[in-house]
């Protein structure tokens, strides 16, 4: 009798341990599951961030570009009698805005007949 005993108390700690290893493992498996669906999601929402943070600062250029070309354009069509006039109207509006790295002129051949070119 008190083998018998014996064999019923292992098997019930065997099950009782295997029941508790099963669901520590599921209750293991789902938080894992849960914190990499947290981490994909998170990483999502920085690298949205990031792309917002840069699409903005790129449209902030923009725009400074394009106001600077049309206050540009007003200035250079008062100064079209000489090449050098249109680079000094160039050069003295783009130095008011920062987000400006350089400028050009380009003319149409003959534009200018007295110079030649």
Do not use: W
């Not at 400074?64 to 006039?85: I, Q, R, T, Y």
């Amino acid at each position: 009798m008190e083998q018998n005993t014996k064999s019923i108390t292992k098997r019930v700690k065997l099950y009782v341990l295997l029941t508790v290893l099963t669901v520590l493992v599921i209750f293991s498996a789902f938080t894992y599951y849960k914190c990499y669906q947290a981490s994909i999601a998170e990483k999502y929402v920085r690298y949205v961030g990031m792309m917002n943070v840069a699409a903005e600062k790129i449209g902030k250029s923009v725009r400074g570009m394009e106001m600077n070309a049309m206050n540009e354009f007003d200035e250079v069509e008062k100064h079209l009698d000489s090449p050098e006039s249109v680079i000094a109207a160039l050069e003295s509006k783009t130095n008011l805005n920062p987000e400006v790295r350089g400028y050009f002129a380009a003319f149409e051949p003959n534009y200018f007949p007295q110079k030649g070119q």
